[in-house]
T-cell receptor, first 115, second 113 residues
Framework: EDKVVQSPLSLVVHEGDTVTLNCSYE??????LLWYKQEKKAPTFLFML????IEKKSGRLSSILDKKELFSILNITATQTGDSAVYLC???????????????FGKGTHLIIQP | NAGVTQTPKFQVLKTGQSMTLQCAQD?????MSWYRQDPGMGLRLIHY???????DQGEVPNGYNVSRSTTEDFPLRLLSAAPSQTSVYFC????????????FGSGTRLTVV
């Protein structure tokens, strides 16, 4: 059974701090790992990672995957109150026909940025 | 370009009633899937489809039916609603070759009383 574990489950920091969110996984036939941001509505896509050691960046957010140790981290620098959200990590397994057979999500990290 | 559209946004059902949650996408994505989100449980996969005419079960398929007659639509049917099906339901679509992840609809909040 595929499994995704995120830590910490909740985190409170002050504006301007840097945070690191963790995601470890166990999956048969790994295809990709994805990060999403959820603010009381639909999850919005942040990153999709398929290769080890290649950092993906978008503004103050960055993420990297380690396929040997089976984990990923999401970094947010110079945090702002608008970064407050639940951050979800998910893994995608390869379908027997070569496509994907759905996402397995972690329980999420609830991040609160205090002014 | 509307993305993924789900209807209705809210629904209250009585135990034993049936209903269909609608999901449509206009991005020509082959892959579509349904998830439910419960407090403390994260999102869990109900059913998915890799193309028109092809569906398969996810982690929590019991009590739900799906079909995929067109690329655009992927409805989720609750056959006989139970209070345990009270949840927020999300539909998602993706292009497996695109590298842009899954696009989620805005969700349907379902309460079964």
């Amino acid at each position: 059974e595929d499994k995704v574990v995120q830590s910490p489950l909740s985190l409170v920091v002050h504006e301007g701090d840097t945070v690191t969110l963790n995601c470890s996984y166990e999956v048969t036939n790994f295809r990709s790992l994805l990060w999403y941001k959820q603010e009381k509505k639909a999850p919005t896509f942040l990153f999709m990672l398929t290769s080890s050691g290649i950092e993906k960046k978008s503004g103050r957010l960055s993420s990297i995957l380690d396929k040997k140790e089976l984990f990923s981290i999401l970094n947010i620098t110079a945090t702002q109150t608008g970064d407050s959200a639940v951050y979800l990590c998910a893994v995608e397994a390869a379908y027997s026909g070569g496509g994907a057979d759905g996402l397995t999500f972690g329980k999420g990290t609830h991040l609160i940025i205090q002014p | 370009n509307a993305g993924v559209t789900q209807t209705p946004k809210f629904q209250v059902l009585k135990t034993g009633q049936s209903m269909t949650l609608q999901c449509a996408q206009d991005m020509n994505h082959e892959y579509m899937s349904w998830y439910r989100q419960d407090p403390g449980m994260g999102l869990r996969l109900i059913h998915y489809s890799v193309g028109a005419g092809i569906t398969d079960q996810g982690e929590v398929p019991n009590g739900y039916n799906v079909s995929r007659s067109t690329t655009e639509d992927f409805p989720l049917r609750l056959l006989s609603a139970a209070p345990s099906q009270t949840s927020v339901y999300f539909c998602a679509s993706s292009d497996p070759t695109g590298g842009y992840g899954y696009t989620f609809g805005s969700g349907t909040r379902l309460t079964v009383v």
